[in-house]
């Protein structure tokens, strides 16, 4: 059987080590925030990204309940609303260096942020995805999602971000 013929895509199938490495450098320790959340990069490809974290004490939000806190849930999807335009951005311009693309994210910010709580968070680790729904010159669209340890979603996430 052969295969019907596909449009050439701008995307690349993936990122050279050095960008991957750079990029988890800069979301996982140089944001510090990030480190606080334990926030550690699972998948890093041009169309989507992922991470987790890990439920410790510090992220408690209802001591009773054992309930990761809200706004560990809505910073978790911003940072990964975040990291997904980086990727879309480092994908974007591949004819450049790893380190001038690391470089790109300097102006990079959250414009608008909703979160939707579907599902109290329990669970003893957390899985956060991103994509990045359309990346303009100067605003970029994302969607996200916080899921459980047993791939049941928790909550979503919609981003705008500022990337010039």
């Known amino acids: 059987m052969s295969k019907a013929p596909s449009h050439a895509s701008a995307v690349p199938a993936e990122f050279e080590p050095e960008f ?53 849930i809505s910073a978790g999807l911003d940072a990964m609303g975040g990291l997904a335009v980086m990727a879309a951005i480092g994908a974007r311009h591949m004819d450049e260096s790893p380190l001038q693309r690391l470089q790109r994210f300097s102006k990079l910010g959250t414009i608008d942020l909703r979160v939707d709580y579907l599902r109290p968070g329990i669970s003893e680790h957390f899985e956060l995805r991103a994509e990045v729904m359309r990346l303009g010159s100067r605003v970029a669209s994302t969607r996200m999602e916080f899921l459980g340890a047993d791939g049941k979603l928790l909550s979503t996430g919609a981003g705008a971000y500022i990337v010039s």
């Open 20 to 72: 991957v490495a750079g990029l988890k450098t800069l979301f996982e320790d140089k944001i510090t925030f990030n480190r606080v959340l334990g926030l550690k990069i699972t998948v890093l490809t041009p169309e989507r990204v992922a991470a987790r974290i890990m439920m410790n004490d510090q992220l408690v939000g209802h001591y009773l309940h054992n309930r990761i806190h809200g706004g560990v």
